[in-house]
């Protein structure tokens, strides 16, 4: 069960668009739709902000939208803010039970 | 609302057993698949291990299988993980969190991890 891969860290100015990018294999991200995308702030428990590669969870901002293509998933956060700035964590079901979550990617509001 | 309170972390030594609790509310709890998450301090997000709504089926990750237990009480609305012969690299916050479930659109199938408690401290250190 190796951690799906994310770029470490994304940074970008107010307004602007950032995409993080999470990669795995055929047998989780590949494999089928059962990949999420959470927020975690310091010190606090995560939160759902995509579920199903690309449906936004209940009261999340339109600005966070996902997608796939072959075994890489995307969040995408456009118009991006100060309270963006957070660490944000990949994850995906491996062959339908065991689950794995990305390495995480540390976003910075310049 | 959905609540998820996780209890029973603590200090250690190398080689003991701990057992956590998390007391759901808010939600039938008998129709959620349930799981445990831990992170290491400073370090992402592990998944540990998994328990189907009616504690049929469990699974666990190859980093504690063998050493800790998923369980669950539906009539109580509390879920468990029993850790035994700890080390010093499972020393992190444990998470208890919900598998939401069900169906959209056209009737296409999904899950994910949708709510997660506040955690709870497990140090293990001599």
């Known amino acids: 069960q190796s951690a799906l891969t994310q770029s470490a860290s994304v940074s970008g100015s107010p307004g602007q668009s950032i995409t993080i990018s999470c990669t795995g294999t055929s047998s989780d991200v590949g494999g089928h739709n059962y990949v999420s995308w959470y927020q975690q702030y310091p010190g606090k428990a995560p939160k759902l902000i995509i579920y199903d590669v690309d449906h936004p969870a209940s009261g999340v901002s339109p600005r966070f939208s996902g997608s796939k293509s072959g075994n890489t998933a995307s969040l995408t956060i456009s118009g991006l803010q100060a309270e963006d700035e957070a660490d944000y964590y990949c994850s995906s079901y491996i062959n339908g039970n065991l689950y794995v979550f990305g390495t995480a990617t540390q976003v910075t509001v310049l | 609302q959905v609540k998820l309170v996780e209890s029973g972390g603590g200090v250690v030594q190398p080689g003991g057993s701990l057992r956590l609790s998390c007391e759901a509310s808010?939600?039938?709890?008998?129709?959620?698949?349930m799981h445990w998450v831990r992170q290491a301090p400073g370090k992402g997000l592990e998944w540990v291990a998994v328990i189907w709504r009616d504690g049929k089926k469990k699974y666990h990750a190859d980093a504690v299988k063998g050493r800790f237990t998923i369980s669950r009480d539906n009539s109580k609305n509390t879920l468990f993980l029993q850790m035994n012969s700890l080390r010093v690299e499972d020393t992190a916050v444990f998470y208890c969190?919900?598998?939401?479930?069900?169906?959209?659109?056209?009737?296409?199938?999904?899950?994910?991890?949708?709510?997660w408690g506040q955690g709870t401290l497990v140090t293990v250190s001599s």
């Open positions: 808010g939600f039938t709890f008998s129709n959620y698949g």
């Open positions: 969190a919900r598998e939401g479930s069900g169906y959209y659109g056209s009737g296409t199938y999904y899950k994910a991890i949708d709510y």
